[in-house]
């Protein structure tokens, strides 16, 4: 099963919206809506940002969102903050009875 | 609160074997699907096993398959992962996470376990 396909790096700058997207098939990203999206500072676990595709769970702003369109799912920051610079990924349920995750992206906050 | 606490990492040789444990509190163990998935030093997360709540259910990824072996003990609020012929590749940082939905997403994660294959 290959990783799914992420931009290794955006950036923008506060208060600017950004978007990460994440590519896979129709064997992951495009056959279930089990996408989801972590935050991973350095040295800290991942924690969950977007399930289910644009799901947010408590607790995490409404600055994230999330979205799909055929193989490729989104994640959008809209009022950028410092503290949202982290490295983020996107993961997916696959036909293989497993899970992908994407190679993850680098977001820098300017 | 819930609390996902791993341990049993450290330093191995090639071809030798480890078990990690994941201690679980503040909620009802039994209930939840539970999974290790890991990243190896400055890499990505990779998936590497499941198991249902019963434990009827496991997966794996193909990378470990044949070599570890998932499981849990829901007296004791555990999960475990048994590593055998463990490689340098297998060198990462490894968590386990609660599946907060079916087939769907990893709600919590422990702060993780190094596990460092070298000779």
């Known amino acids: 099963q290959s990783a799914l396909t992420q931009p290794a790096s955006v950036s923008g700058s506060p208060g600017q919206s950004i978007t990460i997207s994440c590519t896979g098939t129709?064997?992951?990203?495009?056959?279930?809506?089990?996408v989801s999206w972590y935050q991973q500072h350095p040295g800290k676990a991942p924690k969950l940002m977007i399930y289910?595709?644009?799901n947010r769970p408590s607790g995490v702003s409404n600055r994230f969102s999330g979205s799909k369109s055929g193989n490729t799912a989104s994640l959008t920051i809209s009022g950028l903050q410092a503290e949202d610079e982290a490295d983020y990924y996107c993961?997916?349920?696959?036909?293989?009875?497993?899970?992908?995750f994407g190679g993850g992206t680098k977001l820098t906050v300017l | 609160q819930v609390q996902l606490v791993e341990s049993g990492g450290g330093l191995v040789k090639p071809g030798g074997s480890l078990r990690l444990s994941c201690a679980a509190s503040?909620?009802?163990?039994?209930?939840?699907?539970m999974s290790w998935i890991r990243q190896a030093p400055g890499k990505g997360l990779e998936w590497v096993s499941y198991?249902?709540?019963?434990?009827?259910?496991?997966y794996y990824a193909d990378s470990v398959k044949g070599r570890f072996t998932i499981s849990r003990d829901n007296a004791k609020n555990s999960l475990y992962l048994q590593m055998n012929s463990l490689r340098a590749e297998d060198t990462a940082v490894y968590y386990c996470a609660r599946e907060g939905g079916y087939n769907s997403h990893f709600d919590y994660w422990g702060q993780g376990t190094l596990v460092t294959v070298s000779s």
């Open positions: 289910d595709v644009s």
């Open positions: 129709s064997s992951d990203v495009g056959g279930y809506n089990y």
């Open positions: 198991i249902s709540s019963s434990g009827s259910t496991i």
């Open positions: 503040g909620f009802t163990f039994s209930d939840y699907y």
């Open positions: 993961s997916s349920y696959t036909s293989s009875s497993g899970w992908v």
